[in-house]
């Protein structure tokens, strides 16, 4: 019975030395499967578990369908865009260099329209004929799901019988959801139009809700949130399986045979019967 009366000053003081925690810059707590940085072929803090290249396969820009279902599921859950995790991704991996046609583009512009103003330095050099072209696309698609664990509320209330403390922490014991993700990424050439690889990739995560800061639950503003939320967390490691996935596929790629050649009317086994 003790026990049972000490609970809420327990609480109290455990949500009084929260609101005073120290920033834990760079805690391991924060990260998400997509960790580190990069720097030409250069990886530094990667997840050891990401597969690696020796020799860079070609260029590739990241292409999401901002118009999909599952691109707003990610706004819904206060997530940006996936494409800062795959950039990373794909330079640690040295799999492929990475070719910015987001934001970057703009900057670009406008410096090459400040410089035919002429109001750059002669040497400046930002005309025409420097650009880099991709020679891959690669798309990412996202499944999110989250579900109620079940049955951890009412074990807490038992434990602790039906007092208020056991109420308090059967309520937030109740918050506990499994996080799921599940992740496709496609790799097409974009001189041909060809699809080069598919890969699924998938992750499991527990969400402790507002138990997260019993458990050490940390933030950071990295990665468009994809390493301060449960949701984000568990999308930037099904993204990082899918990859580890991609990878494996293209890393040894023999490329599809079609008799007669391909996209010639007469390719492969599959015809309309001819005039």
Not at 74 to 89: E, F, R
Not at 120 to 133: A, E, H, I, Y
Not at 206 to 224: I, K, N, P, V
Request: charged content about 20%.
């Amino acid at each position: 019975m003790k026990t049972v009366f000490l609970l809420p000053g327990m609480l109290a003081s455990l949500l009084l030395v929260a609101g005073c925690a120290s920033m834990d810059m760079g805690s391991s707590k924060a990260k998400t499967a997509a960790t580190g940085s990069a720097g030409g072929a250069n990886a530094q803090g990667a997840n050891s578990g990401l597969e690696r290249c020796d020799k860079t396969l070609g260029t590739v820009e990241v292409i999401e369908d901002v118009n999909s279902s599952w691109y707003r599921t990610l706004s819904d859950h206060k997530l940006g865009s996936t494409a800062p995790v795959l950039k990373l991704l794909a330079q640690q991996s040295n799999c492929f260099v990475v070719v910015d046609r987001g934001r970057a583009m703009d900057s670009m512009m406008r410096e090459r329209s400040l410089a035919e103003s002429g109001e750059l330095r002669q040497s400046s050099n930002f005309g025409k004929g420097q650009m880099v072209s991709a020679d891959f696309a690669l798309s990412p698609s996202v499944t999110f799901s989250d579900k109620n664990a079940g049955g951890i509320g009412g074990g807490v209330s038992n434990w602790f019988g039906n007092s208020s403390g056991g109420r308090a922490l059967a309520s937030l014991a109740g918050s506990a959801k499994f996080k799921e993700a599940s992740t496709m990424l496609t790799l097409v050439d974009n001189r041909s139009s060809i699809q080069l690889a598919a890969a699924e990739g998938s992750a499991r995560n527990t969400d402790f809700g507002a138990m997260g800061w019993l458990f050490g639950g940390g933030s950071a503003g990295r990665l468009g949130g994809y390493s301060d939320t449960a949701e984000g967390k568990v999308i930037a490691a099904a993204l990082t399986d899918s990859f580890n996935n991609l990878v494996k596929a293209v890393r040894n790629y023999k490329p599809q045979n079609v008799k007669g050649g391909m996209g010639t009317g007469r390719s492969g086994s599959l015809q309309v019967q001819p005039d």
